[in-house]
């Protein structure tokens, strides 16, 4: 992989709210890449928007020449269920009964 382009847009972890008592949607960037600031993106409509449309490059509110491409935060990796703990003592049963036999 090559090095990013300094210049370019940076990513912009965003959240999607509501403004109470209206129809309209905001992205909203907790931490600005370039302030560290907070700031808004309109989204919508409620009933007839896709908010989605609205993520990727965008101008930064803090300074219009920066841009920062709206992305949705990465979602956490699964916690490993039941069944694979139960599996994982299993192999672990079975190899002490191998051993026990020779």
Do not use: I
Not at 32 to 44: D, E, T, V
Not at 60 to 79: F, I, Q, W
Request: with cysteine; hydrophobic share 25%; aromatic share 6%.
């Amino acid at each position: 992989m090559g090095k990013r382009d300094p210049s370019g847009p940076r990513p912009a972890f965003v959240t999607l709210r509501d403004l109470p008592g209206t129809r309209v949607m905001f992205w909203v960037v907790g931490d600005c890449p370039y302030c560290g600031g907070q700031h808004l993106h309109p989204a919508g409509n409620l009933r007839t928007a896709d908010p989605s449309e609205r993520l990727g490059e965008q101008p930064a509110a803090c300074d219009p020449g920066r841009t920062y491409e709206l992305l949705l935060p990465p979602r956490p990796k699964k916690k490993t269920g039941k069944q694979e703990r139960r599996r994982a003592r299993r192999e672990g049963k079975l190899s002490d009964r191998d051993d026990e036999n020779w």
